[in-house]
């Protein structure tokens, strides 16, 4: 069955790095996300992207955040200059179509902690 | 008030048991209703879509009543595998689903 795989599972990073998270959606998908969950809270939307470009964006997502689409199957999240509240699993997911199915397929995740 | 809100639970019922929870959403332009099962540490996997006239799926069935902007729920004859947090998502017919905070199922032997 096609997967959403992300890498790497879990990094430990210093506060004041940059982070690059990669995924690698389903390859037929078209609409690509990102989400985080803090632990012991809820999942929060992150971005949206479609057809190389952002199609919509969290308050969440700000400058420190940004989103590519460097060839024909990575989707990576690149966090400038971490912070220590930008702990959190970070969920890679895709879709064939946009809104109306909401059938998102996720990734296992990428654990980012950050000291 | 939050856009996506469920009762945390946890329900912690026997094997067999039937047990069914609700989750309300706030904006009435939402149009696209989900649960999704998330298991602990994992990622959200999608259960079922709700539709206006109510669906079933096997032992689960999901109600939505856009009156009082709520979904509901509910699971039969509860089986030890169906312990998990169920996610409520919301969609306003944009790219991006609102997800509650989840409501913790426990089916004990």
């Known amino acids: 069955e096609p997967e959403v795989t992300q890498t790497p599972s879990h990094q430990v990073t210093q506060m004041g790095q940059e982070v690059i998270l990669r995924c690698v959606p389903i390859s037929n998908h078209l609409y690509f996300y990102w989400y985080r969950q803090i632990l012991g809270q809820k999942v929060e939307f992150l971005v949206s992207f479609y057809n190389n470009e952002i199609s919509e964006k969290s308050e969440i997502f700000d400058d420190q955040f940004s989103v590519e689409r460097p060839d024909g199957s990575n989707f990576t999240l690149k966090i400038r200059s971490t912070k220590l509240e930008d702990s959190a699993m970070y969920f890679c997911?895709?879709?064939?179509?946009?809104?109306?199915?909401?059938?998102?397929?996720f990734g296992e995740g990428s654990r980012l902690t950050v000291l | 008030r939050k856009e996506v809100e469920q009762d945390p639970g946890p329900f912690n019922v026997p094997e067999g048991a039937t047990v069914a929870f609700n989750c309300t959403y706030s904006n009435s332009a939402s149009q696209s209703f989900f649960w999704y099962r998330q298991d602990c540490r994992k990622e959200p996997k999608l259960l079922m879509s709700?539709?206006?006239s109510g669906n079933e799926d096997g032992r689960f069935t999901a109600q939505l009543n856009r009156a009082s902007q709520y979904i509901s729920l509910l699971i039969r004859d509860s089986k030890l595998s169906d312990s998990a947090t169920y996610l409520c998502?919301?969609?306003?017919?944009?790219?991006?689903?609102?997800f509650g905070a989840g409501t913790t199922v426990t089916v004990r032997a």
């Open positions: 997911a895709s879709s064939l179509t946009g809104w109306s199915t909401g059938e998102l397929f």
């Open positions: 998502a919301v969609n306003k017919r944009d790219y991006k689903l609102s």
């Open positions: 709700v539709y206006s």
